[in-house]
């Protein structure tokens, strides 16, 4: 029951939150702050001693069915990996850390800020922990609203332009996910005569060429939106820059990542046939999406939208990870995942503290800052480093196994996406110095990071540092649902009868 | 008897709801256009009579009473129109009747 | 013979009914267009239908077009509502419903000019048309009488003038 | 040996201490801190050296481990250190010179608004150089790897209020980034070939996997070459390092002279088992090593500012080491590092302390005389320069760079062509070295001495110019007395150079030829620099600019790839494929706006409609 506590305390206290606005405004951030402690101490309490557990199903820690409209084949049913928990943990400390970044900047309707903010993570947990296709695409809607509100309502001076291009990128790659989920549903049905959602029933249906890679394209292009892939990517800076400064943290740390996971958990292994085949592209989109991305952010002049097209270079990483499909680049993945959603969302949580502070994030408006906030300063400096993939911090971790195990399936696409070290290098160290460093502009009066701002990101800090120097809890905790994932594709498409001999690496680009 | 191929009655059918017709597009007047709706209306009766000769049914006549019938309801109705039309806008120049815009 | 009477009263018809939609002077319109009408009820004549053409000269030529006459009586249009019009009716206007109307009629024409259409046609008398009317189109009866009803009860109620307006 | 991870943990414990605290530290205390750190480290690394002569670890080596860094699909990385001749030379260098130029500091930066900054990066600088030479792995050696290029861009742009500094920082980085990418896939390929990433494993598994010669060994040598072409500023990547000179003067003398950019040639040595393999990647050092000595040193002869001088010859005597790499004369080369971090640090820290007593001049145009009023100063930068010109017998770069240039010839890779250019660059070396000299020092005064250097700036002067002299010793060629210390020590982990049959006997000669072509040049700066000389001979303008800009790579680069790359991204500023959902939702703008438009509340027009609808379903029928 643990694991729907999860979801359903953040539900409630959003609820809690919104209706004690009218009374007592203020006292919505003590709830969400609450709420969110309290979850990540139910979820510490999910952490085993061993992760390697045997199971049938497959090495999922602690799960929960209960029937909801069993007539339709739809269970509330929830599991926990080591894969799904490390994420979990990423949610919780990423939604604190917005929490901070949201303390003081939200004035005005701060209960229905709040109650926004927790059914997001709570759609967020859902969408991490739903093994039901139906209950997972019911919590991926689910985050959506209340994101589209952080937006619209909270964001930027052009936030409604931002807000619905958001809404409408979702939503129509959400609906084609939902049509390839009805359509693996009923094709699952007629062939077996049980009609289910369930994830774990599924695996391993078998679908004619044409079938598994339309609906495989239906499932990626609802996660390649959210991740995003190039092309699919223009929403995300226009979301980034206009939403409020929690409502970025939670953009780039959780809500891309949503999109990664999808298809580690479920394009891949519900159609490794078909994914197999796409793989060469999807790779080749991904290292387009590293390049290109960080050669927009070069030439962005706005903080926050110079931040958000590097998420679109690193995210490209993730999805290279991804397709390339072996135990190393996946773990390397997931540290991408966990790293992204710090260095990044710490960049936007400074972006946003210099917006509180000076009104503007345009750089061309900053300069110097380093004399007058030198915390604030050196902040930036390590996250900025962090982003460029600095050996010491997790993120270079998570860049070397990636490029390490795609060299094992492509080598021309590790080494062209090994180029984009370069250009992470040139724009992170240009946001460097066209804010903070350059002649100090006389009469700024600028107030240096405040203790509430300080432990944020120190604690970020030290994520980083420690999985940079220690990643190996996070590799042990996912190894075994890795694997797991891995086998089932892998066993799969043998038992379809693909003429490839086995051994031979089906996702080797040609 | 008389040997009027049917389709000579349907050509001047059509000849006379096209007159109707351009009336209709061309005239501004709302009176004007009540006339070519007229008709427009006698050609269609006409078409059906001249069917119902061709069949020897007394169908077309039928359907010509009906048009007929629908003729005069219409014609109450819109010269009631006309009325309200010079009431409330002081002209009888149906484009200036346009308050129903998109 | 009759031949040449049905193609002199159409040619008769088309030419009235040309003239109709040309005349600035409503009331010339109107002269015009009973022309028109009595011209057609000559063809139904011609064509065996006694009965349509007697409702044709009684309820179109006589009473629509009086309730047109009473209306343009009771606007007062006079020589000014001539030189009105001649401002709203301008020559270049006729070219575009023209052209459209060349077109149809074409389209018309090559329809028309199917296989099989050139028959002698029967007589249908009154007696027959009445049989009908009331046997399997009673149903139709009533709806035109409902019709006529609103049509009756509609243009009562927007010719009032209203008070407060 | 167990307290081998405390050399690189106390700077690094100065540096947490001095970011931590930062404001709240005095000033006196921060510089003891920083200062203290890299002592604590230099008498860790002799107690160290000392332990490891006395006990001589099995198999020459010791390695220390700490934790599993990472144990991923097979992938197993250690936080280890590993300590043999060649790592031990090089943390003593780091930490010994280390020590002296944070002394140094001391009085230099002793009015700088960022006192507490410069020597938190110095600190960091020291853990990340200790970490890099003593590295287990690959990977690890990497992180010291970019932790030293970073702690290189922050101490160039160290006065950042200057958009300039800024720009040589972020130059540094990235170029050097170029190289440090092209090694990473270099280490992509070597766990992929080999699966494992353990300095000494790779070179077994390389050495039984791979035939001498073969493809795969070439490939990932000229990849690590590319890193250490990178990190050691030779062609085609030396253009960052004369623009890195906009740091403080002790940050060019420890990072920039003397311990980051031999980085390069450290890892190649570390690495020689795999470039032994691939005798065309040692070839292509050679000759890398060899073009860059030259370009480098026309370069360093017409340069007016003095640290520019310094810059190119630093980048001129890294070319000598990696030439030495490549003829297979691996400790000649890790001698000429040896005593080059003495010499130049010197030259760096004497150039600092003019800059320093003329209130931060550089340009040697405006210097001159400088002889009486800063005579320690010019003392010690005269030992400096006779050793880095190779005055024979009396200076430690004779014996270095002599050594190479001998080699260059004898070593069964090398060849008169690599010496014939060996002895030119020891000309021009000698010829600008005096003539920085002549400029600085000699003449007329230009500008007025401010601030003469205190103690602590002259300490260090004094002791790295007792060493920049006495250095040599440790190695002396046969016909001087043929002292094998250094060599002896290094060929416990590095394989001797051999010599080529029959060109022992020529050994006299070509030291002979080499000396007098050092003397050469010391004489021709006389003549043509000296105050009192008659004959001023100059250069052909244009050919003065083309050197002074380094031959024009950077304009090269500008122009090829830096200016494409930043249009290109301007151009694209508004993402073009944005453009395209920009167009879906103008379609469905327009389409909305034009439908809208048609009900315009006209009775006419929407009969117009019902007739073209009729013309057109008439017409479908007719042509049906």
């Known amino acids: 029951m643990i694991l729907a506590f999860l979801i359903l305390i953040p539900i409630c206290g959003g609820v809690l939150a919104w209706t004690m606005e009218s009374r007592h405004p203020g006292t919505a951030r003590w709830i969400a702050l609450a709420v969110l402690l309290g979850n990540l101490g139910l979820t510490a309490l999910l952490v085993p001693a061993r992760f390697d557990v045997v199971s049938a199903v497959g090495p999922f820690l602690i799960s929960l069915e209960l029937a909801w409209m069993p007539a339709l084949g739809i269970h509330f049913h929830l599991a926990l990996d080591g894969l799904n928990l490390v994420l979990v943990f990423l949610t919780h400390f990423l939604g604190l850390t917005a929490l901070a970044a949201a303390w003081t900047e939200i004035e005005h309707k701060i209960g229905f800020f709040y109650f926004n903010l927790l059914w997001v993570l709570a759609g967020i947990m859902g969408v991490f922990l739903a093994l039901d296709l139906f209950l997972f695409y019911f919590f991926w809607e689910m985050m959506l609203i209340p994101m589209f509100f952080l937006i619209s309502v909270f964001g930027h001076a052009n936030r409604t332009y931002a807000s619905i291009k958001f809404f409408l990128f979702t939503q129509i790659s959400g609906l084609l996910m939902l049509l390839a989920i009805l359509g693996l549903y009923f094709i699952h049905g007629r062939l077996t005569g049980r009609y289910t959602f369930n994830y774990l029933e599924l695996l391993g249906t078998p679908l004619s060429d044409v079938s598994g890679m339309l609906l495989m394209l239906g499932f990626l292009m609802a996660f390649a939106v959210k991740l995003p892939a190039v092309p699919l990517h223009t929403w995300l800076p226009d979301a980034h820059t206009e939403a409020p400064t929690a409502g970025s943290i939670i953009l780039a740390g959780l809500l891309l990542k949503t999109g990664a996971y999808g298809i580690m958990r479920f394009v891949v292994p519900l159609f490794p046939k078909a994914a197999a085949a796409a793989a060469p592209f999807a790779m080749f989109l991904a290292v387009i999406a590293i390049l290109y991305g960080a050669l927009l952010a070069l030439s962005q002049t706005d903080f926050k939208r110079l931040v958000a097209y590097t998420s679109v270079s690193h995210m490209g990483f993730v999805m290279l990870a991804i397709f390339a499909w072996n135990q190393l680049a996946l773990q390397g993945a997931l540290i991408q995942i966990i790293c992204h959603g710090l260095s990044t969302g710490a960049l936007f949580f400074l972006a946003g503290a210099l917006q509180e502070r000076l009104h503007t994030r345009e750089l061309g408006r900053m300069g110097g800052l380093w004399a007058a906030a030198p915390r604030l300063s050196g902040m930036a400096l390590f996250f900025a480093l962090a982003s460029l993939g600095l050996p010491g911090l997790g993120n270079f971790i998570a860049e070397f196994t990636i490029l390490l195990g795609v060299y094992q399936v492509s080598k021309p696409l590790a080494v062209l996406s090994a180029l984009g070290l370069i250009s992470a290098a040139v724009y992170s160290l240009w946001i460097i110095q066209a804010a903070f460093h350059g002649p100090p502009q006389p009469k700024l009066v600028l107030a240096d990071l405040s203790g509430r701002e300080s432990a944020a990101l120190l604690a970020m800090l030290a994520a980083l540092v420690f999985l940079g120097l220690y990643p190996q809890p996070v590799f042990t905790a996912a190894e075994p649902a890795l694997t797991h994932l891995t086998r089932t594709a892998a066993t799969q498409k043998i038992t379809e009868a693909v003429p490839a001999p086995p051994g031979e690496n089906p996702h080797a680009s040609p | 008897m008389l040997t009027i191929p049917v389709s000579h009655g349907l050509l001047l059918a059509g000849i006379l709801f096209l007159l109707g017709f351009v009336c209709v597009l061309v005239r501004r007047n709302i009176i004007f256009i009540l006339l070519g709706l007229e008709i427009m209306f006698n050609a269609a009766g006409l078409a059906f009579v001249a069917a119902g000769a061709r069949w020897g049914q007394p169908d077309g006549q039928i359907m010509f009473l009906f048009i007929l019938t629908t003729a005069a309801a219409e014609v109450s109705i819109g010269l009631a129109l006309v009325f309200q039309l010079v009431h409330r806008l002081h002209t009888l120049d149906i484009d200036q009747a346009d308050g129903m815009k998109g | 013979m009759t031949n040449i009477i049905f193609y002199l009263a159409a040619g008769v018809a088309i030419l009235s009914t040309f003239m109709v939609i040309t005349r600035l002077n409503a009331v010339h319109a109107l002269l ?60 270049g206007m006729w070219l575009g419903p023209g052209l459209l109307a060349a077109i149809l009629l074409i389209e018309l024409v090559l329809i028309l000019t199917g296989p099989g259409s050139a028959t002698k046609a029967a007589e249908v008398p009154p007696r027959a048309v009445g049989l009908t009317l009331f046997g399997p189109y009673v149903l139709g009866v009533e709806l035109a009488s409902i019709l006529l009803l609103a049509g009756l009860v509609g243009a009562f109620h927007l010719a009032r003038k209203e008070r407060n307006d | 040996m167990e307290l081998l991870w405390l050399i690189p943990a106390w700077p690094l414990l100065g540096f947490l201490i001095l970011t931590c605290l930062a404001a709240r530290l005095p000033r006196i205390m921060a510089g003891s801190v920083g200062v203290g750190s890299v002592g604590a480290a230099a008498l860790t690394a002799l107690l160290m050296a000392w332990d490891f002569l006395k006990h001589q670890p099995g198999r020459n080596a010791f390695t220390q481990h700490l934790w599993t860094w990472l144990d991923v699909a097979g992938l197993h990385l250690e936080i280890a250190f590993y300590l043999d001749a060649l790592t031990l030379v090089m943390i003593i260098v780091i930490t ?333 070396t000698a010829l600008y070295t005096f003539r920085m000299v002549l400029l600085t020092f000699t003449g007329p005064a230009r500008t007025p001495v401010h601030h003469p250097p205190g103690l602590v700036m002259r300490l260090p002067l004094l002791v790295l110019a007792f060493l920049s002299l006495t250095a040599g010793f440790l190695e002396t060629p046969h016909s001087l007395g043929h002292m094998r210390v250094f060599s002896g020590w290094l060929h416990t982990c590095l394989p001797e150079a051999g010599l080529a049959a029959g060109r022992e006997a020529y050994e006299i000669l070509f030291e002979l030829l080499a000396g007098l072509a050092a003397l050469c040049g010391i004489f021709g700066a006389l003549r043509l620099y000296h105050p009192l000389a008659k004959s001023r001979y100059s250069l052909p303008e244009s050919l003065r600019q083309y050197w002074i800009k380094g031959w024009g790579f950077d304009s090269l680069y500008d122009r090829l790839v830096v200016r494409p790359y930043i249009h290109l991204a301007q151009f694209n500023k508004n993402d073009f494929l944005d453009l395209f959902f920009v167009f879906l939702a103008w379609l469905a703008k327009t389409g909305h706006q034009t439908l809208a438009a048609t009900q315009n509340g006209r009775l006419r027009s929407y009969a117009w409609g019902l007739g073209l609808g009729a013309a057109a379903i008439a017409a479908m029928v007719v042509l049906l």
């Open chain 3, 32 to 91: 015009y267009l009973i022309v028109s009408l009595l011209s057609v009820a000559l063809i139904f004549f011609i064509l065996g239908a006694p009965f349509a053409a007697a409702l044709e000269v009684i309820i179109y030529a006589g009473a629509i077009m009086i309730l047109f006459i009473f209306v343009i009586m009771m606007l007062n249009l006079g020589p000014p509502a001539i030189e009105k019009e001649r401002l709203l009716l301008k020559p």
């Open chain 4, 96 to 428: 010994g010179v280390g020590f002296f130029i944070h002394l140094y500091s001391l009085g230099y930066m002793a009015h700088d608004q960022g006192y507490t900054r410069f020597f938190a990066y110095m600190n960091l600088f020291v853990a990340a150089m200790l970490v890099l030479v003593l590295a287990d792995n690959l990977p690890l050696l990497y992180l010291g790897w970019e932790g030293v290029g970073l702690c290189s861009y922050l101490l160039i742009g160290f006065w950042y209020t200057d958009p300039a500094n800024g720009y040589a920082a972020r130059k540094a980085f990235v170029v050097t980034r170029v190289g440090d990418t092209a090694m990473a896939v270099g280490l992509f390929v070597l766990y992929n070939q080999l699966g494992t990433l353990q300095i000494q494993e790779v070179m077994q598994r390389a050495a039984a996997a791979w035939p001498a010669g073969s493809t795969m060994a070439l490939l990932t040598a000229l990849l690590l070459l590319g890193g250490a072409v990178g990190k050691s500023a030779q062609l085609p990547l030396q253009t960052w390092l004369p623009d890195a000179m906009a740091g403080p003067t002790p940050v060019s003398a420890l990072i920039h002279a003397a311990t980051m950019v031999t980085a390069g040639v450290y890892l190649i040595a570390r690495t020689h088992g795999l470039f032994l393999l691939a005798p065309t990647a040692l070839t292509i050092t050679a000759v890398i090593g060899a073009a860059t000595l030259l370009l480098a040193g026309f370069s360093a002869l017409v340069q007016q500012d003095i640290k520019r001088v310094l810059a190119y010859s630093t980048i001129s005597q890294l070319g000598y080491m990696f030439l030495a790499l490549g003829v297979g004369a691996w400790s000649a080369a890790i001698f000429h590092l040896f005593t080059h971090a003495f010499f130049k640090a010197l030259l760096f820290l004497g150039a600092g302390a003019v800059i320093h007593a003329l209130g931060g001049e550089q340009d040697m145009s405006r210097m001159g005389g400088l002889k009486q009023k800063l005579p320690l100063t010019f003392w010690t930068f005269l030992a400096g320069a006779a050793s880095l010109a190779a005055l024979p017998l009396v200076t430690a770069g004779f014996y270095s760079k002599d050594l190479i240039i001998w080699q260059a010839f004898a070593s069964p890779r090398g060849g008169l062509g690599f010496w014939f250019m060996a002895v030119a660059g020891a000309l021009l």
